[in-house]
């Protein structure tokens, strides 16, 4: 009888002794926490998929158990799993599954690859750019109609710019607009000719035929691809930029199908147009039947999203004040006083935003502009008079241009702000030439930001290509850090030095404040006992290397749920 005893007793410790032990230790590293202290410390002990314990490397070690697996990071750098707060993945992993879309950079570069098209296509056939934005090319400088014509006389061409483009006289022409009247297509002052710039309202009207969609296996495929490279770059959640329910359920089926690598919390954006009815939103909602944060780890419903205004990059982008005279000929804007575009009145928006919030939705839209900004701002600040927002976590997607007074009334709603570091790294030197000083003083003001005590989620509103650097526009993470810490542009130009921020605000960016803005501030975002182990052991420190090598960076070892997805 005491032999069973001391058996079972023997038994009952090594079961106690087992939940204590580590199904994985790294050590003998940097493990950047992110909790509230910024602790730093060397060792990091994972179990059943979460954080069991931090601590110095001789802490961390006693945690061995018999299958426990044991990594030696070799002093290298461990930071909680990269959060991309804007990317559009679906598109982006579609965008080169036939063939590589070119990486240009001037004007002479896009006018030989669209001759080489010519080459290699029928006449009548179209030359497309699935995103292209003429104001990143090194130039500066709008293509004129003769140009786009003289190297494609035959092939109808469009340049897509998403709220803007380009088209040459062959597609004007086989689309019946040459003659038309149709607003959105822009015309010389001089001759009352087309200029063969063309606004979004302009796109549906064009000859193109629609293409072949991948069948269901090939999206899945090229998904799986696409979230593949995100892990590359320490990626481990994203926010879907917006779309539609067809898209949350790609998202599902790859989770169903245990292929999903990454936490997805996926915008919607509903069908609506001005002018609309409260109860047609009210019955839109109730048809969906679910919610911001429904889902599960994986995948959740994120926020309800609309479309408020332009672009930057196209002119129509609607801001405080004119855009001016300097912006005529980059943008062929006739009126210097044009503001740009806004889809919604302030009231449409104290409507929307009231539904959306009453029906337990996150709302958010797409702002580009100064003038956008401040009319979301007032249309809060009403809603806020009825109905408490603060901790609703409302956010506004892109803003770039921020005053005092807008940071001020974002601070006392409680409101996000969803950037895209790259936008300044790759847009200021445009917006610097064609804005007055006080519009472009208030663009992507960090520091300002940081310092009233606004949480900025960091994205990159990638869209297409699959290269992290190359892309339109690049998911880099650590090239985003780079330009918010050393405040430089592409041209190497530095606007505002004063709103740099520091790498540990940055970081901070595209983890923990990203997380907060999905409400998921207490499964991840930060290495802490109880959350997923998501994290990226980086092939650089992030806080203590040469600045310059802070865009180099790419993670050696990415972890989601203590599982290795990528390994290099």
């Known amino acids: 009888m005491r032999i069973i005893y001391l058996l079972l007793l023997c038994f009952l410790n090594a079961t106690c002794s087992d939940k204590q032990n580590a199904d994985i230790i790294l050590h003998n590293g940097k493990v950047i926490t992110v909790d509230l202290k910024s602790s730093i410390v060397e060792a990091i002990a994972i179990k059943d998929g979460k954080i ?128 038309s009247n149709q607003p959105g297509l822009l015309r010389s ?53 917006g779309g539609d329910s067809s898209e949350l359920g790609l998202y599902e089926k790859l989770m169903r199908n245990d292929k999903l690598t990454m936490r997805v919390f996926h915008n919607m954006i509903f069908p609506v147009k001005s002018p609309f009815t409260d109860s047609a939103i009210q019955n839109m909602l109730s048809s969906f039947k679910r919610k911001t944060g429904d889902g599960n780890t994986m995948v959740k419903v994120g926020a309800f999203k609309i479309m408020l205004d332009g672009g930057v990059l196209t002119g129509t982008a609607y801001l405080r004040k004119g855009w001016g ?132 989620n960091g994205g990159s509103d990638h869209m297409v290509k699959l290269d992290p650097n190359e892309s339109i526009n690049p998911y880099n993470p650590f090239l985003a850090i780079w330009a918010m810490v050393t405040r430089r542009t592409e041209r190497g130009s530095v606007y505002l030095p004063e709103e740099a921020v520091s790498r540990e605000d940055a970081l901070r960016m595209y983890t923990i404040n990203n997380a907060r803005g999905s409400f998921e501030e207490n499964i991840k975002g930060s290495l802490e006992p109880g959350k997923f182990a998501d994290m990226a052991v980086l092939s650089e420190d992030l806080l203590t290397c040469p600045v310059d090598s802070i865009k180099q960076i790419r993670s050696v070892l990415t972890f989601l749920n203590g599982k290795i997805v990528y390994e290099r």
Do not use: C
């Not at 495929?221 to 926010?239: C, E, H, K, R």
């Not at 980059?330 to 919030?357: D, F, T, W």
């Open 325 to 456: 005279e300097k912006a005529g000929p980059i943008y062929g804007i006739n009126n210097p006083e044009y503001r740009g575009n806004i889809l919604y009145s302030q009231n449409e928006l104290k409507r929307l935003i009231s539904i959306a919030a009453k029906n337990g939705w996150k709302f958010s839209a797409h702002v580009t502009g100064g003038g956008a900004v401040d009319t979301l701002l007032a249309a809060f600040e009403e809603v806020s008079k009825s109905f408490n927002i603060s901790g609703r976590r409302f956010s506004i997607i892109h803003g770039n241009f921020y005053t005092t007074e807008a940071i001020q009334k974002m601070v006392t709603l409680g409101i996000y702000a969803d950037m895209q570091p790259a936008w300044y790294l790759k847009d200021a030197d445009l917006l610097h030439q064609v804005l007055d000083e006080e519009q472009f003083n208030t663009f992507h003001p960090y520091q300002s930001l940081l310092k009233r005590g606004v949480t900025i």
């Open 52 to 179: 069991l314990a931090l601590g110095s490397s001789a802490e961390i070690l006693k945690l061995t158990g018999q299958s426990t697996q044991i990594i030696d990071l070799k002093g290298k750098t461990v930071v909680p799993g990269l959060i991309d707060a804007h990317a559009h993945p679906i598109q982006a992993s579609q965008s080169e599954y036939t063939e590589k879309i070119p990486d240009l950079h001037s004007i002479n570069e896009l006018l030989q690859w669209i001759h080489s098209q010519t080459q290699v296509k029928q006449p009548g056939e179209w030359i497309i750019h699935p995103k292209f934005f003429i104001t990143r090319m090194h130039d500066m400088r709008q293509l004129t109609l003769r140009e786009l014509d003289s190297v494609s006389p035959k092939h109808p061409v469009f340049l897509d710019g998403s709220f803007g483009g380009m088209v040459n006289t062959v597609a004007l022409k086989i689309s019946g607009l040459w003659d």
């Open 189 to 241: 002052n001089k001759n009352n000719q087309p200029l063969g710039l063309i606004q979004r309202s302009i796109f549906p009207l064009l000859a193109i035929k629609k293409t072949e969609k991948l069948n269901p296996d090939q999206e899945m495929n090229a998904l799986i691809n696409m979230f593949g490279l995100y892990n590359q770059m320490g990626i481990t959640s994203i926010y879907s930029g």
